[in-house]
């Protein structure tokens, strides 16, 4: 079994910046691909990144070239960047992995105001 616990939601500006984390347990972490996901009121969970355990990376093209997923497997950790931030940009931001069952975190509010 595999907990993720997400931290380092907040509001924010219009263009600003935030830094989300995902701890992950176990000491399997190094093999996990990793995800973010979010979910905007009234809107479908949507994919936001993806980071393998090589350390490949993948985003949603309402992302790229702003939000930057990495991960510390010393740490257990997988992060989440984000930078210029749009009110689109509001939404529950939650931690995902497929280790033989879909784990999820509890998820962290990112609110951006304009």
């Known amino acids: 079994q595999v907990q993720l616990v997400e931290s380092g939601g907040g509001l924010v500006q219009s263009g600003g910046s935030l830094r989300l984390s995902c701890a992950a347990s176990?000491?399997?972490?190094?093999?996990?691909?990793m995800d973010w996901y979010r979910q905007a009121p009234g809107k479908q969970r949507e994919l936001v990144a993806v980071i393998t355990s090589g350390g490949r990376t993948n985003y949603a093209d309402s992302v790229k070239g702003r939000f930057t997923i990495s991960r510390d497997n010393a740490k257990n950790t997988v992060y989440l960047q984000m930078n210029q931030l749009i009110p689109e940009d509001t939404a529950i931001y939650y931690c995902?992995?497929?280790?033989?069952?879909?784990?999820w975190g509890q998820g962290t509010q990112v609110t951006v105001s304009s």
């Open positions: 995902h992995t497929l280790a033989g069952y879909s784990y």
């Open positions: 176990g000491s399997l972490f190094s093999i996990y691909t």
